[in-house]
């Protein structure tokens, strides 16, 4: 009966066995990251490839600003109908995108005119727009403004720096204790007499 010879490995076999699987990881390994490397590389990332574009950091956010709420200093009324603090912000959160793209300034302006209609009403806007039947400068921000069921954004003060400018004005200046007598006069001297006439705007009541 024929006997089974197991071949004897020598010490310099039995270390090149040893090693054998040692080589095989070590070149699929070596594939998979001369892959991931030879691939389209993502400029955002940590290791991204030298010889390309530096990551160009997101532009900064504009914030809107948070609509004023109906408070005080009191203004009179006239015949607005003030917004409630709940229908401001439903307002200004379905705002349309030409208000949304706007700087700031005219974010607050917008802002605003929704939340303070018994301001602006009492001023006149010289922009030119009581040809588009324009009553105050409330008008170049919402369309008719005395029920709330009709609210709706107007475009016009969007790209108007005058209707902007009377808005901010008038926010400014009352805030810091002006009557509404003074706004009025400060707006018609600021805006007014040009070649352009301002809206028909009534005076706003001395009280």
Not at 8 to 18: E, I, T
Not at 88 to 111: C, E, F, I, S
Request: aromatic share 6%.
């Amino acid at each position: 009966m024929a006997t089974l010879r197991v071949p004897v490995l020598r010490p310099w076999s039995r270390r090149l066995g040893a090693l054998i699987p040692v080589i095989i990881v070590t070149l699929s390994l070596g594939g998979a990251l001369a892959g991931c490397s030879s691939g389209s590389s993502s400029t955002t990332g940590p290791t991204a490839m030298a010889g390309q574009d530096a990551p160009t950091a997101a532009p900064a956010t504009t914030t809107a600003p948070i609509p004023a709420g109906p408070a005080d200093p009191a203004v009179p009324m006239g015949t607005m109908s003030m917004p409630t603090a709940d229908e401001v912000a439903a307002a200004w959160d379905a705002r349309p995108d030409y208000v949304k793209a706007l700087p700031d300034a005219g974010q607050a302006a917008y802002a605003y005119a929704l939340a303070r209609p018994d301001v602006l009403q009492w001023l006149p806007c010289y922009c030119g727009c009581a040809g588009m039947e324009h009553r105050s400068n409330l008008d170049c921000f919402f369309v008719r403004r005395e029920a709330k069921s009709t609210l709706a954004y107007e475009e016009h003060a969007s790209y108007c720096d005058i209707c902007i400018k009377t808005a901010n004005m008038a926010s400014d200046m009352l805030r810091q204790g002006s009557t509404m007598t003074q706004i009025r006069a400060a707006v018609d001297s600021t805006f007014g007499g040009g070649a352009v006439p301002g809206t028909d705007t009534p005076l706003p009541p001395s009280a």
